[in-house]
Nanobody
C-alpha cells in the first residue's frame, strides 16, 4: 500500500520560512519522480516543483523560483520542500505526489497523493 504523508505546514508571517516533508512508504521511492502541488481555496491546483528520481533535475513554477527548493533523501524515503521568503499568496494546502514512474517527470499526471499539509502566510 502506497502512503505519502506530509508534515511541516503551519502559520508563518510574510518573509518567514517553512520546511515541508513527505515520508513515503510502499513504493521504491528512489526510482520515482516526485512533486509538490498546492491548492488554495477557489483556485486551481498547481504544481510547485518536481524532482527527478536521482535528484539531479528540478523544475519550479515561476512564482516560487529563487524562494523554494525541492530535494529528496532517497535513503530516508523522504521528499522535502524548503520554502523561504514566504508570501501571503503562497497560502494553500500543499501535497506531495508521484507519477509512480522513473521517467516523464515533466508530466503533471500523478498516480499517488498525500493528504496534504496546510501552509498559511499572514501579511
Amino acid at each position: 500500500q502506497v502512503r505519502l504523508v506530509e508534515s511541516g505546514g503551519g502559520s508563518v508571517q510574510a518573509g518567514g520560512s517553512l520546511r515541508l516533508s513527505c515520508a513515503a512508504s510502499g513504493i521504491i521511492f528512489s526510482r520515482y519522480c516526485m512533486a509538490w502541488f498546492r491548492q488554495a481555496p477557489g483556485k486551481e491546483r498547481e504544481r510547485v516543483a518536481f524532482i527527478s528520481p536521482g535528484g539531479v533535475s528540478t523544475v519550479y513554477v515561476d512564482s516560487v523560483k529563487g524562494r523554494f527548493t525541492i530535494s529528496r533523501d532517497n535513503a530516508k524515503n523522504t521528499l522535502y520542500l524548503q520554502m523561504n521568503s514566504l508570501k501571503p499568496e503562497d497560502s494553500a494546502m500543499y501535497y506531495c505526489a508521484t507519477n509512480g514512474l522513473s521517467y516523464n517527470c515533466y508530466s503533471e499526471y500523478s498516480k499517488y497523493w498525500g493528504q496534504g499539509t496546510q501552509v498559511t502566510v499572514s501579511s
